[in-house]
């Protein structure tokens, strides 16, 4: 299926027409001639040979595009029609963990990053190129890549996730009643991450990292990830979730270049990722919020995410480290909530909403069937009272 989908040419022009990304690896590449004269290039992941034909531009001396789908033969179609390049590249149709080439490479290019960064374990494939055909030293593009994640507030999003179960709250459908699955369908739509572009405003403390560096990183390191979080809110407000995004660095030898994804910055076709948590929690400005996002890695090309954010003690006693209140959500990296909207205008500024999102009652929201339909109800109006408010 995944070689399926990276063989059509529609999801070729999908990723070339991000004029970010393309624009990004044409400037690393162009910049960094030097990293390239002469050399041999290996281009993991190939697709199209737009990356192919970027290094035979800068002048190397022969690039490998290595493809395991049958986006080889476009490629090669592709390669063909400029042959002034064309003749300086080897397209090989096969997996990098199998192929095989008759020199190594100075240098690997590719773009092997999915969403959150993880997804599809693309960067797998590029650890095991690196490992299989890049001489001592060699250079990587990507070189590194940086995983952000900050948590947010953003209540119409909690909303327009936490209705989409009301459909399961019917009693009398077709004189069938659907409530006993209500509380199985609220979970299971906070199981989706939100793929979308945010506005930055909506996040309630500045951003931790976690470096992934694709030249020293070993394949296992990929199978599981743990992320520790810490941060210190700069409002008083609802949290309700993690928002998260990425960047990779091209380390060239004349210029290091980065390619972003975060809020504010233009949109990619990778977007922005948020893990929403069922039970949002409050904090005030100042308080900590501490947490881990656990990713294991599954069959599906993908990852599981376990996501547990927690307020600790604030004001008087706060010295004693205790935890006032938790939220844990599972969810499938592998099955997103595309939302794709662009950045919403907010009426008003995120510290006026946030003073009148702490005037909500907290609700615990429980996950067995029994009691998820009540708590539900009345999570969702406590927070339509909210947006009226608003």
Known sequence: ??????????????????????????????????????RVVVDVGAGSGILSLFAAQAGARHVYAVEASEMAEYARKLIDGNPSLGERITV?????????????????????????????????????????????????FPTIGRIHMAPFSDEYLYMEIANKALF????????????????TAFQGYFSQPVVDAFDPRLLVAPAV????????TKEEDLYEIYIPLKFVSTVGT???????????LFDGSTVQRWLTTGPGAPTTHW???????????????????VGRLHMV???????????????????????????????SGKLDLKEPYYRLSQ????????????????????????????????????????????????
């Open 92 to 140: 090989i149709k096969g997996k990098v963990e199998e192929v095989e080439l008759r020199e190594k490479a100075d240098i690997l290019i590719s773009e092997p990053m999915g969403t959150l960064l993880v997804n599809e374990r693309m960067l797998e494939s590029y650890i095991i190129a690196r490992d299989r055909f890049l001489v001592p030293n060699g250079k990587m």
């Open 238 to 248: 609802r949290v309700h979730g993690l928002a998260c995004w990425f960047d990779v």
């Open 297 to 327: 890695s599954h069959k599906a090309q993908s990852y599981t995410l376990h996501l547990t954010l927690s307020a600790k003690m604030w004001g008087p006693g706060a010295e004693q480290g205790g935890i006032l209140q938790t939220s």
């Open 1 to 38: 299926m995944y070689f399926h989908y990276y063989g059509q040419l529609l999801h070729q022009q999908n990723m070339m027409q991000d004029y970010v990304r393309t624009g990004t690896y044409y400037a690393a590449v162009m910049e960094n001639r030097v990293d390239f004269v002469g």
């Open 343 to 390: 950045p919403q205008a907010y009426p008003l500024p995120q510290d006026q909403q946030s003073n009148q999102l702490l005037q909500t009652q907290d609700i615990q929201i429980q996950a067995q069937d029994e009691e998820g339909s009540d708590l539900m109800q009345q999570t969702l109006q406590d927070s339509g009272a909210e947006l009226h408010s608003l």
């Open 168 to 183: 399961w709250q019917q009693q009398n459908y077709y004189g069938v009643n659907l409530a006993p699955l209500q509380s």
């Open 271 to 289: 977007y922005q990722l948020r893990c929403v948590l069922a039970q949002p929690i409050y904090v005030m400005p100042g308080q900590e919020i």
């Open 209 to 216: 990292s976690h470096v992934i560096d694709f030249t020293s």
